[in-house]
């Protein structure tokens, strides 16, 4: 499992997160979408300045249609 520490002055920001990338899927059911145009399922927990939890992954689009978009939950501590 690959792990990643980015630390320094100059960063663009000072935040604490730790986030989980998951490895696509070797088949998707749904080949009518391209799935290199589909962000990757992951799972970000925001320990500081906003503390919270967002998971990313790919959903069926309602209706008959088989096709799948990306969606983005997000819950924030301090909106609760």
Known sequence: VPFYLRTGKRLGRR???????????PHS????????E???NAIVIRVQP???VTV?????VP???MEIRDVSMDFAYGES
């Open 63 to 65: 209706g008959t249609s």
């Open 50 to 52: 906003d503390e919270g």
């Open 15 to 25: 935040v604490t997160e730790i986030a989980v990338v998951f490895q696509r899927a």
């Open 29 to 36: 059911p749904f080949d009518t979408t391209a799935t290199e």
């Open 38 to 40: 589909l962000g990757q």
């Open 56 to 60: 990313r992954f790919g959903s069926k």
